[in-house]
């Protein structure tokens, strides 16, 4: 059976998340978008884990649904006239670990996602992390744990679980990142490395970048959203054709493609990575961004305030990459790099992406699609034409061949991508109007700017 997959999200008791991170919402909004399979995250959150018992039962071995998906009313957290189904989405047990820790003499600091099919696991896991640090205060706990024992306790306590390294390539709180990681996944998980088979790329990678390192090879790349609000769910995710259930799904990560050569892996959705926060080098409170180039340079100082630069994923993988173009396997996944539907709508009607504007068409959109992803990936441009708009259309098509403008994201700042030149833009605003709703008119526009103007970049001229 055909699935998308999203792996790695955060309930409402993870710090800065919303308030509407429960079960219910999460299940709305994957509906929404068209996910079947979603992390509960947090497991180890004694409150949270109490939630997960109390609402959710086993459907597929390893797999959980809602008891009763309409016990919550979910629908002031959902756009308009929107109406998910809850019913068919399904949870695994995930959780985020902080390690903070030392070894060979510097201080590490690299995230870790954990999965397990039963609640037993679970339990036995989360006791053992209880008498190491505090579970209570953040979902995502942060513990003097190294990274090399969490997978052991893992192991030891729920052999059919299994530990994924988070965002491998963010520079604060990752594996190879540029400020607290290591070079080589057997220099953090030592004699376990083995246990180790796949790696979450993270929003400012994708897997272009990453099969540039050949020691990357025998691991399977997934992506996931890493969401704090469940309007955000689905920002990456995973495509699988395999069996509905954990085992099969935790089996196809493992083991991409099946001995009959029968693709269980198929894709993953991701970002395109200068849209990630970490895509480029900089230092977000003088406004700059370089690539690696500049970085290198001005040997790694802002020229601004002349403090270090938080050196970005892209450097950090050219870095560590010996091959100048990446090298795929036959098990390598489909990647379909998109941007989330409300940011295109948000372009096209000059309006922010969580606007009510926005909303509105969005919910006519999943009215007519049925979820965000049969938008982005499925529909023709010409169902979607007709439907809605040519403006749509033409981005959707644009997306999907990725010919977009790329505007990079830099030391914790978000990056923007773009379909369309400020100048097709302009000639747009007069006709556009998508289910009804207008597009801001440009001299409208230009008042909102100037109330509050958008950071300058000030980016070195190429010679
Ligand atoms: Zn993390
Ligand atoms: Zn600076």
Redesign the pocket.
């Known amino acids: 059976m055909r699935y998308i997959a999203d792996l790695?999200i955060h309930s409402c008791y993870s710090r800065a998340t919303a308030v509407s991170s429960h079960l219910h919402g999460l299940a709305a909004w994957a509906a929404i978008k068209g996910i079947d399979v979603i992390g509960t995250g947090d497991f180890t959150h004694p409150q949270w884990f109490q939630e997960l018992n109390k609402y959710l039962e086993e459907a597929e071995a390893g797999f959980y649904r809602l008891k009763n998906p309409d016990e919550v009313d979910v629908s002031a957290l959902v756009p308009p006239d929107v109406q998910p189904d809850l019913s068919g989405v399904r949870f695994v047990l995930s959780a985020?670990i902080?390690s903070i820790y030392k070894r060979g003499g510097k201080v590490r600091k690299v995230?870790n996602i954990l999965y397990a099919p039963d609640f037993e696991a679970v339990r036995r896991v989360s006791s053992v992390l209880a008498g190491i640090g505090n579970l209570e205060s953040d979902g995502?706990p942060i513990l003097g744990l190294d990274s090399r024992d969490l997978l052991e306790i893992m192991l030891d306590n729920g052999p059919d679980g299994f530990l994924v390294p988070?965002?491998i390539w963010?520079p604060w709180?990752?594996l190879f990142g540029s400020k607290s990681g290591f070079d080589t996944i057997e220099e953090c998980f030592g004699d376990l490395s083995d246990h180790i088979f796949a790696l979450e790329t993270g929003l400012s990678s994708d897997p272009d970048m990453n099969r540039r390192i050949s020691a990357l090879d025998r691991f399977t790349l997934i992506s996931n959203s890493?969401c704090h609000s469940p309007g955000k769910l689905g920002r990456e995710a995973n495509i699988f054709d395999t069996g509905f259930d954990y085992y099969s799904m935790q089996e196809a990560i493992r083991v991409p493609l099946s001995k009959d050569g029968h693709r269980r892996f198929t894709g993953t959705v991701e970002f395109f990575p200068e849209e990630g926060k970490y895509h480029c080098d900089g230092h977000r409170k003088c406004g700059i961004c370089f690539d690696p180039l500049e970085t290198s340079d001005y040997q790694g100082i802002c020229p601004e305030c002349g403090r270090p630069l938080t050196i970005g994923v892209l450097n950090r993988v050219k870095e560590l990459a010996d091959r100048k173009k990446p090298k795929y396997s036959d098990s390598a996944a489909e990647v379909y790099s998109l941007v989330p539907l409300a940011e295109i709508l948000g372009e096209i009607l000059g309006v922010g992406p969580a606007t009510k504007k926005v909303m509105k068409v969005y919910g006519r959109l999943i009215e007519c699609f049925g979820s965000e992803f049969n938008v982005l990936l499925n529909a023709s441009v010409t169902d979607i034409t007709d439907s809605c708009s040519w403006a749509l259309g033409e981005a959707i098509e644009r997306v999907r061949s990725g010919r977009v403008i790329r505007q990079p994201g830099y030391d914790g700042e978000f990056g923007v991508i773009k379909v369309f030149s400020s100048d097709e833009r302009q000639g747009m605003y007069e006709q556009i109007s998508l289910f009804g709703v207008l597009a801001v008119k440009p001299r409208a526009r230009k008042k909102q700017m100037n109330m509050k103007s958008p950071p300058v970049i000030r980016k070195r001229n190429k010679d």
Request: no cysteine.
């Open positions: 790695h985020e902080s995230h995502r988070a965002h963010t709180f990752s890493d």
